[in-house]
């Protein structure tokens, strides 16, 4: 479910975030969301909710009584099952942590709070608008109020050196909880960041330094019990966000509200969803029809086996071959597979099983692109139990 | 037919941007030709390529009817010629169709080496000089000093040279009015047999094959049988006609007119430049002098990018053949670039010209090797083979001795600039002949090994002079060289596409400079790969390109994943792009970039 309003912009963020500085109609929202919720309840009948995640913008400027509307209608429409993960994202300012009791109450058992950094000087720096103090104390509300939480980090930063890094992470570390989410800064096209690095007015850490931050954070999560069970993310065993790893397992989801994507399975075939960006042309345009969906198209298994693999590689577990192979009847090429095994870039685990090893997690992309050029029709012998 | 004495055929001898396409366009409205609505800039340049880049290159012609003050109506031929060095021949047969040209200079710029090149040809033909001071405008207009440098450069009377500028018109009546006063015309008798000069020849998709002549004697008409001499083919006459610029269909041409005909001819390769045609029956004996073949001087690979594209490649080089019979093309095959061919040139316009239009007319994607040039190779068993293609270097042992082409080369360059282009001339081995001064700048005269030449000789020396210095060569020859093949290496495999032969002195520098370009040019792979050039077995220069570190995308979650595909199918297309060779991916522009080193 996606809440696409932020209280401001920050100049990294290329997400589907507004600012809307005349207020918002939070009830026509929230009608908006509860109708195209309805046409995916249909959409997607027979179906069990395993988890839900109120992303955004910021998802924690709504009001708890909307939150728990939407909750409420989710479970008028589906079955959901016992202890399923809904999880919301949380600004750590001390506004937003006066109202967790409250989302708490409306079914929330999850946050996942955007830190981003624990010093003031650097928030400032990322647009941020709370203090790292707020930080601590929204990160100790969390975890008095919630049966789990994460927060996010984001580092190698501009002029920020390995050894701040490995101060600040150290820090993060003795107040995470199970879960983390530590992301490299980004430099996406279209933000204000991006002007300023195409003006070389902003350096970031690039190469070999980007790859000596990485290195450190791995080695320093894995001392504190947290591994990476995905590029960015961490968590302690049986602790990982099940909401994501439906994304990443490529699993069915319905993406509800303005620039929300989802996949789900029709007839066979796997299909690709995504709706209007603009909050306000989205709501008019549910209201004037039964959603905002500006496409819902059929994937080809080219593509799907594209998606499947680009997204199950993140992951440390890695992807079932087994699995790809009997949806979309394509296997990566064995003497690509084992190129890259000689490289020690990825592993088997496991009889149909493939995993990016750690030093192939960080050259993902040319993986991926190597491993996705090479897809032949798999083999009738392959495994195809997995 | 009109009389003999009030015909003027002339040319118009100018360098690049000296104005000759505005001068001809204003000459044309004059003589109202063409209305102002189909005037478009520069008439007579009609391919894209020709208009964008201000150069021609075919010769084309066009017929004015002047009429002088004295009340008689003159028949203006005005052949607009090459301009470039690559096409010396053709201009050389366009001059020889004329009794006069029309040297433009900048009256600000003065002469340049390629309008020497030109005049002296001119000269040569016994043809009658009327020099124009054009721009004279401009205020870094300096007639007196550009008059002063043509008589000492060419040699001729400058006193009577018409200031004109032919941008605004003003004083473009004059030239016409020179040109019938002071050009000679033609001389020709209508009775004995055709001997007309094959000026230039080009495929039309209406009309075929469509020939340029000047007759010289007799006459050319409808249903006659005429026979070219260099071959003896004979064809029949279908249509004779003029260009005003327009086509206009006439009966006959006669004695020392300019036209066109189509005889049903397929190829513009049956039709070469410099031939001389006759009447089957009643044959001239003696043909015109100077006819000679065509000949390539410098040869490259172009492959195209996407293999897929080999069948439309050789589709569009036959058809480009159509019409210009001096660019050839064989099927070759590289272990690097798969199918392609291997093409000769004029030169280097000429070859970065054809490449255009098969990129462009043809949309083709195409990869170009470096250029070279033909090695006369002595084996050791007396015979000798002619090399276009470094891949087909035979092994060291077998070779006696290489001989290469040289040529001379005249460069005029501003003093300031004449220690970085002396410099450049001694860096490709050439050896200076002549050292000469035309007002303040410098006339070199220089023999270069054309390998240097070919080799982004022209791009360093603009860069050097800042664009001021011209330049101008013709073949003196060939002489043996210390020659060696060098191969490049990429992942310790060969590549046989960016092989080269160079002068052994040469070889290293050469090999550094390419090793550290295809540095720049490969991405960093998931392993390391070393680059190295050698000759033989002897590496003489490596770099590494090292094996790439981070490329993740940080952040991929359910919303992303559209985008993230639509990514991924760029990157393919992206990849389909580069050539693999081995387990290394290399981008096109890594062969072309082996054109354009700097070595400095």
Redesign the interface.
């Known amino acids: 479910m996606h809440w696409p309003f932020c209280a401001s912009k920050c100049p990294y963020c290329d997400f589907n975030s507004h600012v809307r500085a005349g207020g918002i109609d939070e009830a026509r929202f929230l009608n908006a969301l509860l109708r195209e919720l309805e046409h995916w309840a249909a959409l997607t009948r027979g179906r069990t909710v395993r988890s839900v995640f109120f992303g955004g913008g910021t998802p924690s400027l709504m009001r708890a009584d909307t939150v728990d509307a939407m909750l409420d209608a989710v479970s008028r429409h589906w079955p959901v099952e016992a202890g399923a993960e809904i999880t919301l994202e949380a600004n750590p300012s001390s506004v937003e942590a006066g109202r967790f009791r409250d989302y708490r109450a409306a079914g929330i058992n999850r946050v996942s709070l955007g830190v981003q950094s624990l010093d003031d000087a650097q928030l400032r720096a990322l647009g941020r608008l709370h203090t790292a103090q707020e930080a601590r104390a929204a990160i100790k509300v969390a975890r008095r109020t919630f049966d789990r939480f994460s927060f996010d980090l984001i580092y190698a930063r501009p002029g920020q050196t390995l050894e701040a890094w490995r101060a600040e992470l150290g820090e993060a570390l003795a107040l995470s909880g199970e879960h983390l989410s530590l992301y490299q800064l980004t430099i996406e096209e279209g933000t204000p960041f991006a002007q300023l690095h195409a003006r070389g007015k902003l350096i970031v850490p690039d190469g070999e330094a980007a790859g000596c931050f990485y290195d450190l954070t791995q080695d320093m999560t894995d001392r504190a019990g947290l591994p990476a069970y995905e590029i960015s993310n961490h968590a302690a065993p049986g602790e990982e966000s099940r909401h994501n790893l439906t994304y990443w397992r490529y699993g069915e989801y319905a993406g509800v509200g303005p620039g929300a994507h989802g996949r789900f399975m029709a007839g066979g075939n796997r299909r690709a969803t995504s709706t209007e960006r603009n909050p306000e042309r989205w709501a008019a345009l549910v209201e004037t029809g039964v959603h905002g969906m500006i496409e819902d198209v059929p994937l080809t298994r080219a593509e799907e086996a594209d998606e499947a693999l680009l997204m199950g590689l993140r992951l440390t577990e890695g992807i079932d071959l087994g699995r790809l192979a009997a949806r979309t009847d394509l296997a990566p090429a064995d003497h690509t597979i084992n190129e890259l095994i000689g490289l020690r870039l990825v592993q088997r685990s496991g009889p149909t099983r493939l995993s990016a090893t750690r030093t192939g997690r960080m050259v993902l992309n040319a993986i991926v692109l190597q491993l996705a050029q090479s897809f032949v029709p798999a083999k009738t012998t392959q495994d195809t139990t997995g | 037919m009109t009389d003999i004495n009030l015909i003027r055929n002339f040319s118009i001898i100018a360098h690049i941007d000296h104005g000759k396409s505005t001068l001809s366009d204003r000459l044309i409205q004059l003589c109202g030709n063409v209305s102002d609505r189909e005037m478009k800039e520069q008439i007579l340049d009609s391919m894209d390529i020709e208009r964008e880049r201000g150069i021609t290159i075919k010769a084309q012609t066009v017929r004015l009817d002047y009429r002088h003050a004295n009340g008689k109506t003159y028949q203006l031929n005005l052949m607009d010629t090459p301009g470039h060095v690559d096409f010396a021949y053709e201009v050389s047969r366009s001059l020889a169709a004329c009794e006069g040209a029309v040297l433009v200079v900048d009256a600000s710029q003065g002469v340049e080496a390629q309008t020497l090149a030109n005049v002296y040809q001119a000269v040569d033909n016994n043809l009658e000089i009327l020099p124009v001071l054009n721009k004279v405008d401009l205020p870094s207009a300096d007639s007196d000093r550009v008059k002063q440098q043509i008589e000492d450069v060419i040699g001729i009377d400058a006193s009577h040279a018409i200031p004109i500028s032919a941008k605004t018109g003003q004083n473009v009546a004059a030239v016409l009015e020179a040109i019938v006063e002071r050009l000679p015309p033609p001389k020709g008798n209508r009775n004995a047999p055709l001997k007309a000069l094959l000026i230039d020849s080009w495929y039309d998709a209406y009309l075929g094959v469509v020939v340029l002549v000047r007759i010289f004697d007799g006459s050319l008409k409808k249903g006659q049988k005429i026979k070219l001499m260099s071959s003896g083919a004979t064809h029949q006459i279908e249509r004779v006609g003029i260009f005003r610029p327009k086509q206009e269909m006439l009966a006959e041409l006669g004695p020392g007119e300019v036209g066109f005909f189509t005889a049903a001819i397929k190829q513009v390769a049956d039709t070469r430049v410099g031939d001389t045609v006759t009447d089957d029956k009643n044959s001239t004996v003696t043909p015109l002098p100077g006819f000679k073949p065509a000949q390539p001087v410098v040869f490259c690979g172009l492959f195209p990018a996407d293999a897929a594209q080999f069948e439309d490649l050789r589709e569009a080089m036959a058809r480009l053949r159509l019409n210009d019979a001096s660019f050839s093309y064989e099927t070759e095959s590289s272990a690097a670039l798969g199918f392609g061919f291997r093409c000769g040139f004029l030169g280097l316009l000429h070859l970065e010209i054809i490449t255009e239009r098969l990129e462009r007319e043809f949309n083709l994607d195409l990869i170009t090797t470096a250029p070279s040039v033909i090695y006369h190779i002595h084996l050791t068993d007396g015979s000798k083979v002619e090399l276009h293609n470094p891949a087909d270097m035979p092994d060291a042992g077998r070779i006696e001795r290489i001989e290469e082409p040289w040529i001379e080369a005249t460069i005029l360059v501003p003093d300031e600039h004449l220690g970085g282009v002396l410099k450049l001339c001694q860096d490709r081995r050439g050896r200076q002949k002549n050292l000469t001064y035309v007002g303040t700048r410098a006339m070199l005269i220089y023999e270069l090994p054309l390998n240097e030449v070919v080799f982004d000789f022209y791009d360093r020396l603009k860069s050097i002079s800042r664009g001021y210095a011209s330049f101008d060569y013709h073949i003196k020859g060939y002489e043996a060289g210390d020659l060696v093949k060098m191969s490049i290496l990429v992942n310790a495999e060969p590549v046989d596409a960016l092989s080269m032969i160079v002068h052994r002195t040469r070889a290293e520098s050469r090999g550094r400079a390419m090793c550290e370009k295809l540095k720049e040019l490969i991405p960093p ?3 390391q790969i070393p680059i190295q050039a050698a000759l033989g077995a002897r590496i003489i220069a490596r770099e590494t390109i090292r094996a ?12 992303d ?2 985008r ?2 639509k990514l ?2 760029k ?2 297309a992206g ?1 389909k792009k580069m050539r693999q060779f081995g ?1 290394v991916d290399i981008p096109q522009e890594a062969f072309i970039a082996a054109l354009k080193m700097d070595e400095n």
């Open positions: 792979h998931l392993f790439l570190r981070k490329d993740v995308i940080a952040k991929c979650y359910g919303g994943i559209s993230k595909r991924l199918d990157q393919k990849k387990k």
